[in-house]
């Protein structure tokens, strides 16, 4: 199975900063994805991340907001701009299932805005 | 699109006694399932996941889970917990069939053993 580096693995920022999550992959994988896992809820997928092109966002999440990069086919990062209290969450990354992925998650990023 | 209902949000239970956490999707086409497991303060872990073939997967501490397609449930089972199984357990679907599929997560199972 993949194995998935991701960092920070916590921090705590001002609010109207922004905060830039990494991960990367020790395999080359075409797809990657971004989850939020907010205070004692399930996980929710924020977008898609593919290799060459945008990342593909789900309903209630933007580009502005979050935006992704995918510079090549071991690492994605993450970004949370514009940061308020209500962005407080875990942000996880993982990997296509469906591509033996081994689906692993990463170790996640717990974010706290103050 | 593909949903997961966890229909027990707490599941309380002594030490020693068997557990049972219930999972079921929406689909009724092929899926692979998983279940995983959160500690306090730590990421997922993958406790077992059915990809194929018996449709009782035994996984990682002494946990496992059956498939049953015609009632579309992934039910994870334990005989004996320990009061180390006290965490947050999410069943999640991933769609075989299309390419690119994220997993979709179920809502969470706390279970908390007591002593």
């Known amino acids: 199975s993949a194995v998935i580096s991701q960092k920070p693995s916590r921090d705590i920022c001002q609010r109207g900063t922004s905060l830039t999550i990494q991960c990367q992959v020790d395999?080359?994988?075409?797809?990657m994805f971004w989850y939020r896992q907010q205070p004692g809820q399930s996980l929710t997928l924020i977008a898609t991340?593919?290799?060459?092109?945008?990342?593909?966002?789900e309903s209630g999440f933007v580009i502005d907001k979050f935006p992704i990069s995918r510079p090549n086919l071991t690492f994605s990062t993450l970004t949370v701009s514009n940061m308020s209290p209500e962005d407080s969450s875990i942000y996880l990354c993982?990997?296509?299932?469906?591509?033996?992925?081994?689906?692993?998650f990463g170790s996640g990023t717990r974010l706290t805005v103050v | 699109a593909q949903s997961v209902t966890q229909l027990d949000s707490q599941v309380p239970v002594f030490e020693e006694a068997p557990v049972e956490l219930r999972c079921n999707y929406s689909?009724?086409?092929?899926?692979?399932l998983f279940w995983y497991v959160q500690y306090p303060n730590q990421g997922l872990q993958l406790l077992l996941k059915?990809?194929?073939?018996?449709?009782l997967v035994k996984g990682i501490n002494g946990f496992e889970a059956e498939f049953n397609k015609s009632q579309t449930s992934f039910h994870l089972r334990k005989p004996s917990v320990h009061i180390s199984d006290t965490a947050e357990y999410f069943c999640?679907?991933?769609?075989?069939?299309?390419?690119?599929?994220?997993?979709?997560f179920g809502p969470g199972t706390r279970l908390s053993v007591l002593p």
């Open positions: 689909s009724s086409v092929s899926v692979y």
């Open positions: 999640a679907v991933s769609d075989p069939d299309n390419y690119g599929q994220n997993f979709v």
């Open positions: 059915y990809l194929s073939g018996s449709t």
């Open positions: 991340a593919n290799q060459g092109s945008e990342a593909t966002y």
């Open positions: 993982s990997l296509n299932p469906g591509q033996g992925g081994g689906y692993t």
């Open positions: 395999s080359q994988v075409t797809m």
